[in-house]
């Protein structure tokens, strides 16, 4: 049995674990229950999220478990891509590198730009990017995700830096990561096929799971969705916790 499982809003929000998840990981694992995390969260590289989740969790999480949104737009640049440059964090960084592909600074040198949350955005990084798109520049967007959910409420996603490059520059972005094809690419080359899909947010964890026949949806209510935006997904339940309990029933 596969799940496919969210993070952010899901397992945690920020530093706060969400009660109960712990156990409910640790209750998938001792099931025989293979966990498959699937992150819009492009900021961070596999094994910084695994860290993390073990941390916080207290369950030991393989980075080879781990599924990002960076790693969604690099599959997505396909081979010998040229310069890119990104308007992000360490994650699509680590991804690039990852793959051997040479980053840039130089907006005319550009030959694509990939784009994520970026938490040190300023004016002249957003200028530059822009620029590198007005050049030519294949303009590759991690997630659309408006939100990010924190311990304290909802924070601006890699969306919003998306739509910044986007307005300015009036082109209209190839997206990667949930629910779109690249993720999903991602997903099915492990081997996945029947699965469970566990999200907070409907336009992305539901929407993975609408896509593909045969992945069954359940969103969780403690991210971004609130209890009257439920519809379009298979089983509505309060956590992670009642998500377990409603796969291993």
């Known amino acids: 049995m596969n799940v496919i499982c969210d993070i952010d809003g899901v397992v945690y929000r920020g530093e706060r674990l969400i009660p109960g998840s712990d156990l409910a990981l640790r209750r998938l694992r001792d099931a025989g229950v293979t966990v498959h995390f699937a992150t819009n969260n492009s900021t961070k590289s596999t094994l910084t999220v695994s860290e993390k989740l073990t941390r916080i969790t207290g369950v030991d999480i393989d980075p080879g478990s781990i599924v990002t949104s ?20 360490e994650g699509i960084v680590s991804a690039l590198a990852d793959a051997g592909i040479e980053m840039t600074d130089d907006p ?3 030959k694509a730009l990939l784009v994520g949350l970026d938490f040190e955005l300023s004016y002249d990084r ?20 408006p939100t990010y959910p924190v311990a304290e409420g909802l924070l601006p996603g890699g969306g919003a830096m998306v739509a910044a490059v986007q307005v300015t520059t009036g082109v209209v972005p190839e997206v990667a990561g949930k629910p779109h094809a690249p993720m999903r690419a991602l997903l099915r080359a492990k081997g996945i096929e029947e699965a469970w899909v566990i999200g907070d947010r409907v336009d ?30 298979d089983h509505v339940v309060a956590d992670l916790a009642a998500a377990v309990d409603l796969v291993l029933s």
Do not use: C, K, Y
């Open 70 to 89: 960076s790693q969604a737009a690099v599959h997505l640049l396909g081979p010998d891509p040229g310069l890119v440059m990104v308007l992000g964090s």
């Open 108 to 110: 005319s040198s550009a």
């Open 126 to 145: 957003l200028s530059r990017a822009a620029d590198a798109v007005r050049h030519g520049a294949r303009f590759i967007a991690t997630n659309t995700d």
């Open 204 to 233: 992305t964890d539901i929407a993975l799971a609408r896509v593909e026949t045969d992945w069954t949806s359940i969103l969780v209510l403690t991210g971004v969705t609130g209890p009257d935006e439920t519809d379009e997904a």
